[in-house]
Structure formats: C-alpha cells, structure tokens
C-alpha cells in the first residue's frame, strides 16, 4: 500500500494593488516496498483573485439580530469570500490528486492512500468523485484536534466540520450522506473518509506501529508523510524553494510533535521533488 | 477564397434566380413588394467572405448527435444551409421595411444610416451568426453548466469563440470595407459592428431584433429548417407550423410592422399574431423533440462521456499531455493544449487567474482541437467515439465504470447505425416515468441530485434538463421593480406588441407596450418545469434502477423540492 | 446634438431650462417627461394606423421632476390630488394660474427638494424603465457637474448600470482627480471595486478583459462640453466611432468607442 500525504495552506498575497490568494500545496509519499522508500514534492504556489463584490448596501448594527460568533450565519461577502477559497483548494488538491494518480509510474492496483490534510470539503469530495477513480484509491482526511497552529489556514476549521462528528464512530454508512462519513477518533484527530460508488460499510483508516510514532512520545499523531509535506509547505510559504534546492529540515518541536522523528537525513534531488528514505 | 453570390441565395425562400419573392404586404395598396435573389446574391459576392466559412459550417451538424440518434446522416442538415436560410429571411425583412418606407427617419444611426448600408450588414451578420460554435455547441454548454465552469461573466461559448474566429476573417472585413467605401469606416469597425449584432448587444435595437432577439430571422429558419427535417426523419411528431409555404408565413409577419422614431420594432396585429406562434411553435419543439424524453436518453449518455473527456483534460496534466501527443496522427505533431495548471498564476509578479474561467478557456481549446477527429462523414460522432476510446484506454479510472461507459457506447452506436430504434431504446434504458419540477427550482434539484448521481455513477445516469424561456433573447439584464429592492432579469425593451391577453392580438390592433417576460407569462406557465429522468442503459426494468429511481425521488422530496411523476408514461 | 444625432437628455436638474432651452432650438415642439407612463407612452408611439401623425417631437426625460409643482386645492378636483409640474402650465395670457381642469382659482405652488429617500425612490420608475429602452443604446456615461454627496441611489444606479452592460463612467470635475475629495470616486471604490479606476487598470488582478473602468477627468463642466461638442460637430473620420486622445496641453479626452 503506498500512502500519499498532501498539506495545504493558504495566505493572503499582501499587496496593495493586488487583492488575491494563494494556495500552497505539496505532499510526501511513502512506497514501503522500494528503496529509497519515499518521495517528497516540491511545494508548489497557486495565486487566485479575491472576489469582488458589488453593489451599494447597508449594513447596520440592529438591536436584536445574531452576529455570528461561532458561524452558521449568512453574510453574502463572506459566503463569496468562502466559495472562492473552497474552490480554490478544491480545484489545486484536485489536479494534485491527478498528479499523483495518473502521473505515477505505480499502478493503482496496488492500493493507494492519499490522506489530505484538513477537513473535508464538499467541493473536494465532489470533484474526487467526478473523477471517477478506481476502488483502490482510497482518500481520507485527517483534521488533527486542536488544529495545529501552524497549519491553519487563518480561519476556524471547526466551522466546516460535521455536527457528527462528536458523536461515537460509525460503522455503516448512512444513505443520507453518500459522499463523505466521519468520526472523531480518541481526542485526537478526526477523519473523514471518502465514500467511492455507494459503498455502505466503512474502511477507515489505521494507523501500522511503522507510520506512526508510539503515543507516548507525542501529544498529537498525525502520519508522517502529512507531517513532512505540512512542513515543507510551511518553509515554501516562508521562504520558496528554488529549484535545485535541498531539502530544509523541519523545525524541532511544534505544537508537541516531535518533528525530528519525520527528519528525512538521505535526500537526493531530481525533478520536481526529493527521493528520501523515512527515519519512521 | 471567395464565397460566390450565388451561394447566398437559398432555394426555400427564392425558387430561381431570376424569380423574386412577392410580399402582399404593402400599406397603400400599390404593386407587391418584391424581393430580388439577384440583389441578394449582389450583396453576398460583394461580402468578399472567405471560403472557410462555409467548410467550417457544412462540418457542424444543425441539431448535433440527435440526427445520429434518429439514424440519419449528419451531413444534410448543416448550420451552413441554415446560416444562408437566416441571411435570406433577413435580406427580405429589411426589404420589406424598406420598400414600404417603414422604417422612421430617427431609427436610422451612422454609419447605418441607410438601409443600402443595412444590407449588407445584415447578410454578413446571419450568415457568421453560428460561426461561433464549437463541436457539439449545446451539449458542450450543458456539460460545462452542470459542473459550474461557466464563468459568471461568460456569455456563452459562442461570445468567447466568436471574436477570435472573426479576427482571423480580417482579409474579408478588409473585402467588405474596399466594397462599400461610403460606410467610411475601418475594417475593425465592421468587425465590431457584426461581432455586436451576432452576440446581442448591438445599439440600434430594430436591427439586432433582426439578428439576434426573441423573434430573429435564426428562430425563424431554424424553426422552418427543423419541421423540413422532422417531416422526413422516423420521429413521431409533426411540427404544427410547417412553414411549407414560407413565404406565407413571412407575409403574415411582415404585414404590420414598423420602425418607429425610437428605433424601437413595433410588431402590431397580425405581425404580432404570427410572432405569437413562432413562440408557440418553438416551445412545441423544444417539449416534443430537442429536450423529449426519447433524445434525452441518448443525449445523457454522450454527455457523461464529454464529461468525463472534458474534466480528465482539465484537471490532470499527464491526461492531457497524452492528448496532445497521439501516437497515431499522421502529421505527429504535438499540440500545446493547456490545462487547469498550466493556466493559473505560480509565481508573484504573474497576474492571478480565475479557477473557473481557467477551466473553461482549457475545455475551448480542447473542443476546438478535437474537431480534426469529426472529419467529414461523421461530424461529432467521430469525436464522441475518440473521446470515449481515450477514458476507456485510460488505466486509473473505475473499471466499473469502464463498463458503464462502454455500455452506454453499445447503446449510442447501435442507434447511429440504426441497429435500434429510438423508441426502443427509451424503453429499454428509461427507468419508470419522467419526474417534473418547476424550473425555478432547477438550480436547487441539481446540487441535491448531484451526489447521487456520484455513488450511481457506475450504475444509472440522471438527467435534469430544463424548458428555455419562451423569449430566447441573448442576454437578460436587471430589473429593479417599482420602489423595490429586489432586482429580476428581463430583456430589454426592444421590440412592440399589442396589449391585453395574447388571445387579443388580432390583426389591426395597435403595438403599445414593450415585449418582455410578463407579456408572455400565461405563455411560459405551460412550459415553466424541468423533465428528471433516470436512465439504466438497457437495464430499466431491474429492481436496482427502480430503487435508484426511488432514491432519486425521494431526495428531491426530502429537500423541499416539488416534485410529479409525468402522467400518460410512456405516452 | 438632440436635434441632429437624436441623442436622448436625461435631466438631474430642478429646473425646466433644460426644456425650455431645447423648445427654443426647436421651434418650440420638445416636452419634458416626468413619469414612467409618459416616457413608456413617448418610446411606444407608432404611425403605422396614423400616416398623418407628426414625428414625436425631442424629449427631455426628467428624473427628478421640478422644483416646483403645482396642486389644485379645489376638493373633489382631478388635480387636487397629484402634484403636476409647472412646465406643463401654458401661461398664456392674464399668466394667472388656474387650474386647468376646473378653471378656478385654486392652484398652488409647492416646494419639493432632493435628499429624502421617498424622493429617490420616486425617481426610481422613471430612471429604470428609462434604462430598460436605452442602455443598449449606452457606450459611455459622462457625469457632469454632479458632486455625489447626496446622490448615493443615483450613483449606485449608475454604476451598477455601468457594471451590468460593461461601459465607462467619465466623472467630469475640477477636482476629479483627488481621491479625498471625490464622493463618487469613494463610492465606487467601497461599493463598486470592479469598475477600475483607469490609471490603476494595469495593476488590476481581474484577468479577464476588464471593459468597465472609471475615468476621472479634471477639468471644468464647460471645458469639457465645449470640447465634446467641438470634437463631436467637426465630423472627422476620427470622431465618427469616438473620441481621441489628445495632446496633453488641452483638456484630456479618452477614446470611448462604440459611441453609436
């Protein structure tokens, strides 16, 4: 089985003759039967343009009204704001996700894991689903809890994610939700699984003792190859990559997750990425 | 190079060369008004209009895959014969306003401020007004529709292909202007002028009533154009307006119009009549054949397989790449078609770019390169049959789905080769009786189905197509109501018509009010509703396309949505 | 340009000099229209059953009516309760107003200012319906002499207009130019951001064709006319589909094409 993790973050481009995004994004990839035995992308950016909204309008502050202090209420510019931001990361985890599949020389038979980083978004799931991918492909989304802080995405996650999710873990899909199922597993993390061609049992995701560092070592586990990929997102966003660069190492300790144990020592360049071979 | 005169002229509207059409039409009662075919053809030879038009235009089937579906050989029924039958229709109309000295002094604006200017104008516009189209034109719309890569800006693919397409006829604008130096104007200009009149936004509004509005001369030859094709095509309905006699019909609507100061098209009684039916009769086609049931089957399945083609091109590079450099072109060469990635700003000083409108400029390219595969004999077909062989090729797609695919191809193929009926086919892919919805609700219905048809994909097709508007006019603008904060659309007023019910319009009353939507609203209740289906290729009757088709239902309940089973299924 | 090239006026003012100025240059056949019946009534005339009917005479259409109204306060007359604008009174003889209905002495004059929201909204039937039979028609909108301050409906009228069918929007003004003191310059910027201001167009991060910017010009209203006029009457091939830059001594003028 090979597993993909891909991480994305987004900012806002601060110029002031330019209102407009980007979305950065890169995964790592393990292949536990080859050597080396993994793969990290060069982190690539997207720039977007914020939208505009028109019209003369007024709002004001009544004496009864919600605000909405924890979402849920409905402000036209933001809701243009969220769907251009949703499609956008929909839109660049989609091609990446075509990257991966179509772009690899491993055949997809073999069973692959792509676990995105983040919750689930309908944009995303949609556009998974039109793409008509084989049954081995299997997408998961792992949102650890709390949010890392150096991952956010400068907005509050919890907004997207299911009011079901505080409940137990489901074993058997529900009809009414086709797309996408969802638990939130110990404190830690919540997933979300991607439900291909109406399926109606669940095969979540399982951490193997290889991919993930024993818990007693870390507050939060999260697989290393999302790990490694959110980590070199965070240096592009930083500081770019140019292109025959080597690979930065990750910073120590963030938010209690022992990053040295991601460290990825054997690196050697080519292409669009780095070859690497996990400490894992 | 040239397209000669007489290839303007259209035998359905002038029998012979010399014989002019007749209009009996004429206010004072004086000598008919006649239309000469060899003025036309003047005019036609004179538009120095390049050859590739008309090679373009035989290549593009009028009415797409379905004269495929009915078993029929696409190449009779051309958007060329009916870009010359449009132009011939306008030719006569502007005559008979013309001749009997209709058109009001101030209607008339630089540089058309003659009718003899007007003419030539008008046979260039109609006969360049489908030049826009891409293969498959409508479907292609629908597909990119129902994934929502249509930019809001986007006036149709025909706006975006349009002005490219007449950018490269410069050599026959540069024609135009050496024919009719009095115009005074550059090449450029008349570019504009036709690009303007064609898309819908001309500023002289009897005019662009003339070539693009809810009562053009496209409605009325496509109209004429297609009951001339159902007449001898194995599909059981008869169009109620034959236009058999066209030049009745066109007498009947030319009677009682003018042009009044304002430029407005006042359509009064009788004219106003005989637009009333065309509306009628449009409608009738689009419920009885374009969106019947019968087509929507076949129509469904090659959708999803444009579909799947245009989104895999998109989104995923390698897929892509691997179009672009077929190992079996003869000429080898590698086209540079971009996709999603390849469109969207990466570095800083790069301008950012729309997701949407980069989409939806890779899937014109990609249209646009895909109609070397139509070739001659099989028009859209052959680039339907390429774009299915290259997703079923394709390793890391569903093998399941593979299989839906290839059967839905069975299905289409068989109906191209006439080894089944249509009917036959409906009745053995259809699952129970059509579902309908009313089209304000359209938007709402295809979000709530959409991730059904996602877990069904492999298993059942669903297809929501809606009713149009019965005024088809390019563009509806905002309209705030009296006082109010709320803005509808409607068209803008540009054409006259009597007052009171449409029942009251009877020859001799007075054009008083503008057309708009709430002219015609008793009109739209009868076609206001979308037709759901559920298709199961060959495979209807399982007790799995029933409980799909349950589902279907049931979601569309669940989400507020109105919701009939059409009655009298199958009919 | 009425008269010649059968340009439609739409009139912000109070006053009835537009009308009364365009009666003069022709030979006193132009009327004003202040409702949204009279100017559905002036672009639906027809001839056709009628061949002796004349041309409808040049229109003036006035948005926000008159300063001046006049209402008969005879109980039971038509009059008394509408208020009808005073340039329809022919003052002919004694110039004593009477009703022209009941013939008695009863009219009287009254007030009606800008700056209430119920006056905008009255303005709105005749503005839109105004809009629906000529933005077609529309490939510039020049504003001249208007400040902006107390017009924010109008304004957003005009550049939702501009929005929609994509045209220009020239603010002709002495101080165009400074943001500070350009009312309409910051309501386009807060409410409007997609209409570009023209000297930012080329740092705009919209991509695709942008066809709707504004352009502020400073200069005066009657620099500017006269130079509009000047271009516009001399009939050159040039001015025929627009007008051109010209040399930056003069006042500036920017190429606005499509001007029908």
Redesign the interface.
Known sequence: MITYGIAYKVTDISRPDLDAFKVTVGYAASYPKRDPNGYIKRPEHFLFPKPTYNGFRLERFGASEVRGLLGGVSNRQRYMLSETYERAISDVITATVCEIVDGREVSCLDGIDIIILGPALPKLAGRLASLRLPRSVRVVWLCPMEFLSWIVQGVDERVVLPHYLEGPPVVEGWEEEPLVQGYRWESYFIQQLWMTYGESTVKWYEPTPHSWPSLRQVSVAIPKEIAAAAGHVQHHVKEPYKRNEKLRPIDAIKDGVNMELYQNPVATRGGDGWEIKWCV | MWIRGLNFRSKEYFRSATEPLKLDIQRNQSNPITVSPRYLEEVGESLGLLNKVQSYLQEVSQLGLQEAWLGLPPHGHNRWDHSVGAANVGFIWLSALDQDKRIARGALRPPLDTPEKIYPVVVLSLILHDYGHVPFSHLFEQVLESINWLPPTADGSEAAILPERLNKLSKSFQNFVAAYREYQVESDDVRKIVSSLILGNYGMPWLQAIVNSPVDADKIDYIRYDSQFLSNAPFGIRARLLLDKVDQWLSDFLSEQEVNHAGLLALHGRSARAALELWEERMYLYDRFYRAPELRVPDRMAFEIVQQYLIRCTMSKPFLGKQASPPDVKSRVTYKLRGFTDRVARQRDQKPVDPVEAKYRSTLEVMLWARKYGGTSHLEFGILKMMKEQLLQHANIDESFKNFLEECWSCLSSLAEGGVELRQLMNNSLVRQPLLVPREQFDKAREVLRPIQHAYCAEALIDIAKMPRVLAAPKRYSVRSLGGEDKNQDIDYQILVPSGPLNSWQPGKRASQPLSDEVVSDLEKKYSYCRIIVICPNAANTARAVYIWDRVRSVLIESGISVHAMEHWPP | MVLK??AYVVSLNFDGLTTKALQQQAEGRAISLHT?EEI?N????????H?EFQ??PPAVIKVRGDVFYARCTQVGCPWSTVEYPIDRLALEGTQQLRCPHCSADTLRLRFSFPGYRAKE??A??TL?ITR??I?????CIIILGLSGRWD??L??FI??LA???RIPVVDVKPDAQEKEKNPIDN?RAT?????VRYN?AS?S????KQECYYIPIATSADDFASALRQELLSNS?ET??GLRRQSPSQPPLLVL??I?
């Open positions: 090239y059968g949204a559905l002036y672009f639906c005339a027809t001839r056709f059953f061949a041309e409808p909204e009255a709105y039937p839109w629906r039979f933005a077609s028609r529309i490939s924010r409906y304004l957003d550049f939702d929005l929609e069918r309501f409410y409007y951001p997609s209409i930012d740092k991060s919209i991509t695709h091939k025929r589909n094409e499509g029908q």
